[in-house]
């Protein structure tokens, strides 16, 4: 029920905003530059950095910090198949789609799923990845045997706040439901000072945190022995404001010509590069 109303108020929020926006579409034929929103703090998808490589881009409007990640180099492809110079901002998880809808940026690829609460409010393009949601554990921590959701009955399980991963935590049988945190990097620290048993997270993303923290074991689910979900729940795609239509085409157009070949190469590449991997 909670959960519920905070969801309308946010709809109701979003709704002022695309009643204030500008119907006009992103013109492709005049615009020289688009700008992508991110959080900068979700490896491997996206994470600021304070040096530079092949891959790297000038966090806007932080002057010496610049953002890494699979987000980029997929964000980099689509601006360079339509053309136009790429500009990063970083903005808080919550923020993305207000910022969207607001005109403060063009797209959203950070890793969000194409939920159909969200899809109210927005556009979707095709998938860009698709992931395994997994649990992460401490090693010592009483789960290091687990194969199924049933072994964490009774668990004390978080994941971040707005997420798919929070809404997952009910599908295991007498949880114990912990309040969402902001970052994945509160996650581990709640794992680490044992406030929490486990946190859900997508496989990349859980994958980054155990290379960088040994303390931390993956557990994967064969089978049915795993959480219930959708497509829609499971893929991330790029979010665009509803009018622009020859956005979304364009954007579908440029994620067509990279193959899933090219993207599992981006992805094992950014695995490697990550802080602290």
Same mark, same amino acid.
């Given at each position: 029920?909670?959960?519920?109303?905070?969801?309308?108020?946010?709809?109701?929020?979003?709704?002022?905003?695309?009643?204030?926006?500008?119907?006009?579409?992103?013109?492709?034929?005049? $615009?020289?530059?688009?700008?992508?929103?991110?959080?900068?703090?979700?490896?491997?998808?996206?994470?600021?950095?304070?040096?530079?490589?092949?891959?790297?881009?000038?966090?806007?409007?932080?002057?010496?910090?610049?953002?890494?990640?699979?987000?980029?180099?997929?964000?980099?492809?689509?601006?360079?198949?339509?053309?136009?110079?790429?500009?990063?901002?970083?903005?808080?998880?919550?923020?993305?789609?207000?910022?969207?809808?607001?005109?403060?940026?063009?797209?959203?690829?950070?890793?969000?799923?194409?939920?159909? $609460?969200?899809?109210?409010?927005?556009?979707?393009?095709?998938?860009?990845?698709?992931?395994?949601?997994?649990?992460?554990?401490?090693?010592?921590?009483?789960?290091?045997?687990?194969?199924?959701?049933?072994?964490? @009955?009774?668990?004390?399980?978080?994941?971040?706040?707005?997420?798919?991963?929070?809404?997952?935590?009910?599908?295991?049988?007498?949880?114990?439901?912990?309040?969402?945190?902001?970052?994945?990097?509160?996650?581990?620290?709640?794992?680490?000072?044992?406030?929490?048993?486990?946190?859900?997270?997508?496989?990349?993303?859980?994958?980054?945190?155990?290379?960088?923290?040994?303390?931390?074991?993956?557990?994967?689910?064969?089978?049915?022995?795993?959480?219930?979900?959708?497509?829609?729940?499971?893929?991330?795609?790029? @979010?665009?404001?509803?009018?622009?239509?020859?956005?979304?085409?364009?954007?579908?157009?440029?994620?067509? @010509?990279?193959?899933?070949?090219?993207?599992?190469?981006?992805?094992? @590449?950014?695995?490697?590069?990550?802080?602290?991997?």
């Amino acid at each position: 029920m909670k959960k519920f109303f905070v969801w309308s108020l946010l709809l109701a929020s979003l709704s002022m905003l695309v009643a204030c926006s500008s119907n006009e579409q992103f013109d492709l034929n005049t $615009e020289t530059k688009i700008v992508v929103g991110l959080e900068a703090a979700y490896a491997p998808f996206n994470w600021s950095t304070p040096s530079t490589n092949e891959f790297t881009l000038p966090l806007d409007g932080h002057p010496g910090v610049y953002v890494d990640g699979y987000d980029v180099v997929m964000a980099k492809m689509i601006a360079d198949a339509l053309d136009l110079e790429l500009i990063i901002k970083m903005v808080d998880w919550d923020g993305l789609i207000p910022a969207l809808l607001a005109g403060e940026i063009d797209l959203i690829v950070a890793g969000m799923s194409p939920t159909s $609460e969200r899809a109210q409010t927005v556009s979707f393009s095709g998938e860009y990845y698709r992931s395994e949601q997994v649990m992460v554990i401490r090693i010592n921590g009483g789960y290091q045997d687990a194969t199924s959701l049933n072994d964490f @009955a009774g668990a004390r399980v978080v994941a971040q706040l707005g997420t798919l991963q929070d809404d997952l935590i009910d599908q295991i049988t007498n949880v114990n439901h912990l309040e969402p945190l902001d970052t994945y990097g509160m996650l581990a620290t709640a794992l680490s000072t044992q406030a929490a048993d486990a946190f859900i997270a997508e496989l990349p993303v859980a994958q980054g945190m155990v290379a960088a923290n040994s303390e931390l074991k993956i557990i994967q689910f064969e089978g049915t022995n795993g959480f219930t979900v959708s497509d829609e729940e499971v893929i991330v795609s790029i @979010a665009m404001r509803q009018e622009d239509v020859n956005l979304l085409e364009a954007v579908n157009e440029a994620l067509s @010509a990279i193959s899933d070949e090219t993207r599992q190469t981006i992805m094992s @590449a950014a695995l490697n590069r990550q802080p602290n991997a």
